[in-house]
């Protein structure tokens, strides 16, 4: 009663205040009359602060979210279904979505009327620009009596989330340097034509069986040599996404950065569609693993939510890159890079890994002078000439490129040799 009291509007603040003077003018002109409207004129208000402050404790909300998980640029459509869990009608309903403000203003919905035990369900679309995980809700409602004497507002304390994850394009049929590189003790082998004494073998490892040891092999060769089980060659691939504060140039999502990550989306997907065992690892910290019987949802919730880190280093991305080396074939996108930090990218061939750089030349998302421009065209050319030097293929991305046009230069043929040519060139002629 006292929250009801406190939602009294200025229609009802009225009515006390002309019951107040009506008692008044009742007591002192002795008009009996007069003071039954007086306490007409606050019953009424009263009774409506009752009224509401009763059903306010009778509703019952439930929000759903049609998809949870959208691209960046799509809708969801949200679904709020509201009960009446008393057995009086509520009076004109209105509802509030509280919404951050990258999904748009908040939508406010009004119901005239839900009868006893009855339910109604509204509904509105979200849409987001930019990628993220966004909280959607509370929900407020407004109740309001008949007369409009009184209004509560009751917040519902259950949210839900909504993940924008980066835009995913598909990408053309390319065959991969590396694409047989992965993990296994042995490949498809043939023993039917040399028989049992040429399986393949490999040296002993601390934990082996000995009831695996190939006694002729390690005749021959003079050390423990095993006979290597027989497993289904698994390729493996690992996408490196570089979250380096001054790597990047541009702001919002027309950034270089929002380009990396969508791109790491896409190719992340294709190379999982493909079969590769995946791993992601950002500059962040995120280190995700993706079979090929796994959803992407995991993959792309991390790619939702990743940040420049401003603090970020090179030598941070390639030491958690090294962590778990698994060889197989790495695809690093890549913002601008020095020579040295180039070179510091070749520690991760190791293991036998097949390395392929989107190197974004992130000058080209800035609006520059001739003369910053060739120079930041050299820096771009002689760090891509770095990573070809320590045995990276490279593709060079520039503002507005297209990922699906820029990827079947990551396959294999003479596109990768001309690269190389044609950075030579770059850099020679900027030296002379």
Not at 136 to 164: Q, W, Y
Not at 227 to 255: C, F, I, K
Not at 268 to 284: E, F, N, P, W
Request: a positive charge.
């Amino acid at each position: 009663m006292r929250e009801g009291l406190r939602g009294l509007t200025t229609r009802g603040r009225s009515f006390l205040a002309a019951a107040l003077a009506a008692g008044l003018s009742a007591a002192i002109l002795g008009e009996r009359d007069l003071l039954r409207v007086a306490v007409l004129l606050a019953v009424l208000p009263l009774l409506a602060a009752a009224y509401v402050g009763r059903s306010r404790y009778k509703l019952a909300c439930h929000r759903s979210l049609q998809p949870h998980r959208v691209p960046v640029g799509a809708s969801s459509r949200v679904v709020l279904r509201l009960q009446n869990m008393s057995r009086l009608p509520t009076g004109t309903l209105l509802l509030e979505d509280r919404l951050p403000y990258a999904l748009g203003s908040r939508p406010r919905v009004v119901l005239e009327r839900l009868g006893a035990q009855q339910a109604s369900s509204v509904a509105y679309t979200v849409r987001a620009d930019v990628r993220g995980r966004y909280e959607v809700g509370p929900l407020v409602v407004r109740l309001t009596d008949p007369f409009g004497l009184c209004e509560l507002s009751r917040a519902f304390p259950s949210t839900d989330h909504l993940t924008v994850i980066p835009q995913v394009t598909p990408l053309p049929s390319v065959r991969l340097p590396g694409e047989y590189a992965g993990s296994g003790d042995s490949r498809a082998r043939s023993v039917a034509v040399h028989g049992d004494d040429d399986a393949a073998t490999r040296e002993y490892r601390r934990g082996d069986d000995l009831r695996r040891v190939h006694w002729k092999s390690t005749a021959r060769t003079g050390e423990l040599m095993v006979r290597r089980e027989e497993q289904p060659w698994e390729s493996r691939a690992t996408v490196v996404l570089d979250t380096r504060g001054y790597g990047h140039r541009g702001d919002g999502p027309t950034a270089s950065f929002e380009w990396t990550v969508s791109a790491a989306a896409s190719v992340a997907v294709h190379l999982r569609q493909a079969g590769y065992k995946l791993r992601l690892v950002t500059g962040g910290g995120a280190d995700v693993d993706a079979g090929e019987s796994a959803g992407d949802g995991a993959l792309l919730d991390h790619l939702a939510e990743v940040r420049l880190d401003p603090r970020g280093e090179i030598t941070t991305l390639v030491q958690r890159v090294r962590q778990r080396a698994d060889g197989g074939l790495i695809i690093a996108l890549l913002g601008s890079l020095s020579t040295a930090e180039a070179e510091l990218l070749a520690g991760l061939r190791g293991n036998g890994a097949t390395c392929v750089a989107l190197l974004l030349n992130t000058a080209t998302w800035l609006n520059l002078p001739p003369r910053a421009r060739d120079e930041a065209d050299h820096a771009h050319s002689t760090a891509a000439l770095a990573l070809v030097r320590n045995g990276w293929r490279v593709i060079g991305v520039d503002h507005g490129t297209r990922l699906p046009a820029l990827w079947p230069q990551a396959g294999r043929g003479s596109q990768g040799f001309a690269l190389r040519a044609a950075l030579a060139e770059t850099v020679a002629g900027g030296v002379k």
